[in-house]
Nanobody, 128 residues
């Protein structure tokens, strides 16, 4: 079993930056055994959407069109950590952000249904 805990959310003005972190625990080398990990977000009244995903070992990445060029996903296997650097934030980026991991195989994707481990979320609020 893998536990994921997000941190780093908060409130920021439009144009600002935030850095999210996700700590994986449960057994040694938690991230090592995941095929891919990702960040998702969900705003009130909206469906959960994929923001960014990264293949195991810090390989290929994929981003939602809405965040390309502004967000960067990365991971540190040695520390069992996943990160999301968010720059040039916009009010429409406001949402609960979730860290997720998949042990199901395949390639990094932004579909929530492909992930079987989820964190509790951290709130990001961007004011105009």
């Amino acid at each position: 079993q893998v536990q994921l805990v997000e941190s780093g959310g908060g409130s920021v003005q439009a144009g600002g930056s935030l850095s999210l972190s996700c700590a994986a625990s449960g057994y040694t080398y938690s991230i090592y055994y995941m095929y891919y990990m990702g960040w998702f977000r969900q705003a009130p009244g909206k469906e959960r959407e994929g923001v960014a995903a990264i293949q195991a070992g810090g390989g290929s990445t994929v981003y939602a069109d809405s965040v390309k060029g502004r967000f960067t996903i990365s991971q540190d296997n040695a520390k069992n950590m996943l990160y999301l650097q968010m720059n040039s934030l916009k009010p429409e980026d406001s949402a609960m952000y979730y860290c997720a991991a998949s042990s199901r195989g395949g390639y990094a994707v932004l579909a929530p249904s492909k992930y079987n481990y989820w964190g509790q979320g951290t709130q990001v609020t961007v004011s105009s």
